[in-house]
């Protein structure tokens, strides 16, 4: 099956650290990649979806001055969380989809981002 | 936004038995996916069914479709302890997937 690396896979750091998070899809060329947020014994939240060589689309709530995303490649976008503070601790998930209809999207295995 | 809702959403039986969530919905959709999440994982695609499918099957997961009842199932037969996991069901409606609560299944060995 389609592989999708994201790297780190946890990030431990200070209040004000500004970390960047990696997506890559390793076999397929990935036109849609999309982050998610997930909190504790809950579901996956959709912060914002990158296409190739545009911007990002952002979920209602989600600042996108906060969480910026750059999607350069067809196999390449990252999420880098800006001035990360306690409460932006949380366990993020990219995926990656080929843009076919009807085709499951491919996750990392989560980066779990802790700020102390 | 979320819109899946599983039913029940902790479920814990003996290995060999047969595990059933239940998905429901609330808008139209293009397809409804099915994923398993290890604790501290990302998610791994089970499976997907479209809107025009009633059932598909896949191994020892069988997934149900009923677009007037905007619902689905998940049943993962003779369960294995392997099957520990969390499973979410996640509507397909515009290219982006919307998911539901999740349901965590414990296998007893």
């Known amino acids: 099956g389609a592989v999708v690396s994201q790297h780190p896979s946890w990030v431990i750091c200070k209040s004000g650290t500004s970390v960047k998070i990696e997506c890559r899809s390793l076999d397929f060329q990935a036109t849609t990649m999309f982050w998610y947020r997930q909190f504790p014994k809950q579901s996956l939240m959709l912060m914002a979806t990158s296409n190739e060589g545009s911007k990002a689309t952002y979920e209602q709530g989600v600042e996108k001055d906060k969480f910026l995303i750059n999607h350069a490649s067809l196999t390449l976008s990252t999420l880098t969380v800006t001035s990360a503070h306690p409460e932006d601790s949380s366990f993020y998930i990219c995926s990656a989809a080929s843009g076919l209809s009807n085709q499951p999207q491919h996750f990392g295995d989560g980066t779990r981002l802790s700020i102390l | ?109």
Request: include cysteine.
């Open chain 2, 1 to 109: 936004s979320q819109q899946g809702e599983e039913d029940p959403q902790a479920l814990s039986i003996q290995e060999g038995e047969n595990a059933t969530m239940n998905c429901s919905y609330k808008t139209s959709i293009n397809n409804l996916q099915w994923y398993r999440q290890n604790s501290g994982r990302g998610l791994v695609h089970l499976i997907l069914i479209r809107s025009n499918e009633r059932e598909k099957h896949s191994g020892r997961l069988r997934v149900t479709l009923d677009t007037s009842k905007k619902s689905s199932s998940l049943l993962i037969t003779a369960s294995r302890a392997a099957d520990t996991a969390s499973y979410f069901c996640a509507t397909d409606g515009n290219n982006r997937l919307a998911f539901g609560k999740g349901n965590q299944v414990v296998v007893i060995p």
